[in-house]
Every structure is written in structure tokens, then in C-alpha cells.
């Protein structure tokens, strides 16, 4: 069973955004309901979630191992947005000066909207900042798939991110799309970006193999195209 977590601003208390997906419109419903309702049990549960969306995605997998649930099989995490804080800086950060979409005006934008009260604290609260979780939880998050922008501002959370993932042994895999903006994936349409077009296509062979299906796409490649590997002492960049 798969559904992706939409982006959104969220509210208070646990935010109203988590807490929509989380109990109200997705992730507990599935659990609860989907045997009564569509007459199966899903022997997978994947979460996908781009920008924000990866945030709410991280969030509800947190969420569910807090509170002893199902938790997904895996992740599937599309330049997610990790660190809501103003506090943490890193240097892709800088990309926010001349990016048209996530620019440093809208990125300030959306951390005021995500810290509208005094009582979160995005610097430490990993349910809006998943980046900070601790590692007992982290220790148990399932299989992760990222697929990010290396010209977008979020880029180097999420390497950090998988970074401490690598160093708990856990099944992370980061792919980095170079001279890519935030929102990427947007841009696949007939007079759009031919690197979207194949950033899609990957992304749908990434769920194939998350869900054990075979990879049938064809997987194109062009110069600007890198894949990371994650180490644990050192991200190197090989050219395909």
C-alpha cells in the first residue's frame, strides 16, 4: 500500500498538518481500517513525500515507532525539507539567494509560518525538524531512498541526515541530481527540463524496487546526472 504525504504548512500541537495525516486522513486509517474497508491487508506500507511532504512523511514514520505501531516498510523521500529552524546552518543554505522557487524570502516565509508559537521549538522538536531526531529512534527508521537537488538549499540536511543513518548501519540510498533546483519533479512536462523527465523516471524505478517489482523503465542518464554514495567518513560523487 502506498500514499504520498502532501506538502502543507502546519499548525500547532503536533501540528495539525502531521496529525492530518497521521490520524485523520492516511497513515492510521490504513491501519486500522483498510481490512474492513478495501478487504486486504497490505503486506508493504511505503511513504513518499516531496519538500514538506518529506518532512510530514519523516514525521508520521517518527510518529508511528513513538507510539509502538505499524511502522512503514520504507521511505521514499524527494528533496524533503528537514530542518524548519533558523538556527542550523549548512552551506547549501546559500543556494536560497538565487533559487526562483525556494528562494531566501520564501524560505523565511515558511519557517515563520512553521514557528508561529513560542512552544515549538524547531531547533530540537524532530517532528518539525526531523534532522534532529534522536538516535534511538533513527535506529529504527525502515529502508530509505532519497533523491535530492545538489543546486537546492535542503540538499546538504538531507546528506547529513543520510550521513547518520550510514553511521547507525541502517539501508540508505541517496541519489543527487547536479545543476537541479528545489521542485524538480514539477518540471517533467513536454516543454520542461529533460534531467526532470529523468529524475522521474528513476524515482518510478526506485518504488518498483522498494514494492519487489522488476525494474522495467528505461534508466537514461546525461552528464549532469551523479550518483552519491554515502560513506561514513566522506560523500564521494561518481560520474555515470
Not at 486500522?32 to 514538506?52: E, H, M, R, W, Y
Not at 522521474?200 to 526506485?206: F, G, T
Request: one cysteine or more.
Amino acid at each position: 500500500f502506498f500514499f504520498q504525504a502532501e506538502d502543507g504548512i502546519r499548525d500547532f500541537c503536533l501540528s495539525r498538518g502531521l496529525g492530518d495525516v497521521y490520524k485523520r486522513q492516511a497513515y492510521l486509517w490504513i491501519i486500522k481500517n483498510v481490512q474492513k474497508t478495501l478487504g486486504f491487508n497490505p503486506t508493504q506500507i511505503i511513504i513518499a513525500g516531496d519538500s514538506a511532504g518529506g518532512n510530514l512523511a519523516l514525521g508520521i514514520t517518527l510518529r508511528a515507532i513513538k507510539e509502538r505501531v505499524r511502522i512503514p516498510d520504507s521511505l521514499f523521500l524527494i528533496y524533503p525539507a528537514l530542518s524548519i529552524g533558523p538556527n542550523y546552518f549548512l552551506p547549501s543554505i546559500l543556494h536560497s539567494l538565487t533559487d526562483p522557487l525556494l528562494s531566501m524570502p520564501v524560505f523565511s516565509m515558511i519557517q515563520a509560518l512553521y514557528m508561529q508559537h513560542e512552544e515549538l521549538n524547531p531547533d530540537t522538536d524532530p517532528f518539525l525538524s526531523p534532522l534532529f531526531v534522536s538516535d534511538e529512534l533513527l535506529s529504527q527508521l525502515p529502508t530509505c531512498r532519497m533523491v535530492l537537488a545538489a543546486k537546492d538549499s535542503l540538499h546538504d540536511f538531507s546528506m547529513e541526515f543520510a550521513r547518520r543513518l550510514q553511521l547507525l548501519g541502517k539501508d540508505v540510498q541517496v541519489k543527487s541530481y547536479a545543476e537541479m533546483p528545489h521542485g524538480y519533479m514539477s518540471l517533467d512536462f513536454p516543454s520542461g527540463m529533460t534531467e526532470a523527465t529523468i529524475a522521474v523516471v528513476d524515482s518510478l524505478n526506485i518504488l518498483r524496487e522498494l514494492i519487489d517489482i522488476p525494474v522495467s523503465y528505461t534508466h537514461l542518464t546525461l552528464p549532469t546526472i551523479y550518483s552519491v554514495q554515502i560513506s561514513v567518513v566522506a560523500v564521494s560523487l561518481k560520474k555515470k
